[in-house]
Nanobody, 117 residues
Framework: QVELVESGGGLVQARGSLRLSCTAY????????MGWYRQAPGKQRELVAQ???????GYADSVKGRFTISRDNAKTTAYLQMNSLKPEDTAVYYC???????????WGQGTQVTVSS
């Protein structure tokens, strides 16, 4: 069982920056791929970025070059650095942990990111 605790959302002006954090409690972090998803009102949840236990990262086209996902295995924490934010980035952001050993998925509680124009 893995519990995820997120922090770092908030209100920011367009072209500003925010950093989201997600700390995992339980499980074996070294066997967990971490990801960030987002869901805007009236839209489906979409993948924003993922990072493997070996720190290989992938991004949605809409955030490439602006967002950076990283992880600190010693702190069992994943981060999403968001730069050059746009109003269309406004959404609830969810942290995801995918246990590559058991194939189970775990979700954080979500954190609101609002970008004003």
């Amino acid at each position: 069982q893995v519990e995820l605790v997120e922090s770092g959302g908030g209100l920011v002006q367009a072209r500003g920056s925010l950093r989201l954090s997600c700390t995992a409690y339980g499980g074996q972090f070294g066997k967990i791929a971490m990801g960030w998803y987002r869901q805007a009102p009236g839209k489906q949840r979409e993948l924003v970025a993922q990072i493997t236990p070996g720190s290989s990262a992938g991004y949605a086209d809409s955030v490439k070059g602006r967002f950076t996902i990283s992880r600190d295995n010693a702190k069992t924490t994943a981060y999403l650095q968001m730069n050059s934010l746009k109003p269309e980035d406004t959404a609830v952001y969810y942290c995801n942990a995918h246990d590559m050993w058991t194939s189970e998925d775990y979700w954080g509680q979500g954190t609101q990111v609002t970008v004003s124009s």
